[in-house]
């Protein structure tokens, strides 16, 4: 039996290849690209522009002399062409919040000069409470709010990620999986755990 392309778990719609695709993102091979490419900031909501703000004290040494200039001049985040809040940008490419460092790996290697996010560096110091916008967390799904306040989930497919396809294949590991931490801590444990029965009940029927 077909697996339909929509999915209804709790008041979100998912695409259902968010729960067939595999993925797991490759550093390694990346170094973070995701942070960089692009021609607009991560999508960021109000509160979190405030959160971002409140992080500025700690975050403000890691990033470079030209973010810094642009939070000066527009703050951390601006309205797109679209008309959406997104993290401010450098030279129309990088996030003011990009930062670049050498990565341990769980296997034991490097990824030398990984672009990472340094709002994520600095709370996984302990020195905040706010990790990162939920968008960028989340990613590749990308999140939409409809006027009846239900919300749909998509998986975005880039270039960019073909590396992370294929670790995933090599894992056996479902985006919904991969995502596990990003998805509870948006939409809650009880809802994280009827999707992945979803999932499960999914599969048997394929």
């Not at 729960?19 to 990346?30: G, N």
């Not at 409140?54 to 200039?69: G, I, K, R, Y």
């Not at 959406?84 to 030279?91: N, P, Q, R, W, Y």
């Not at 975005?156 to 509870?184: M, N, T």
């Amino acid at each position: 039996m077909p697996i339909p392309p929509i999915i209804q778990v709790g008041n979100v719609l998912l695409s259902s290849d968010i729960l067939t695709e595999e993925f797991c993102c490759d550093l390694a091979v990346c170094h973070g690209a995701c942070c960089v490419e692009g021609d607009a900031g991560a999508p960021v909501q109000l509160h979190e522009i405030m959160d971002i703000e409140q992080s500025l004290d700690a975050v403000w040494p890691l990033l470079h002399a030209s973010a810094q200039a642009v939070i000066d001049r527009q703050g951390v985040a601006y309205t797109d062409r679209d008309g959406d809040l997104v993290t401010s940008i450098v030279g129309g490419k990088d996030c003011v919040f990009t930062c670049y460092d050498d990565l341990s790996l769980t296997d034991g290697t490097t990824a030398p000069q990984c672009c990472l996010c340094a709002l994520e560096k600095v709370h996984r110091q302990g020195l905040t409470t706010f990790c990162k916008p939920m968008s960028c967390a989340l990613y590749p799904i990308r999140e939409k709010t409809f006027r009846d306040g239900s919300v749909g989930l998509n998986y975005h497919r880039w270039v960019i990620c073909d590396c992370a396809r294929r670790k995933g294949s090599q894992l056996h590991l479902p985006l919904y999986r991969f995502l596990r931490e990003p998805l509870v801590r948006r939409f809650g444990q009880e809802w994280y755990d009827e999707l992945c029965e979803v999932a499960n009940a999914l599969r048997v029927r394929s």
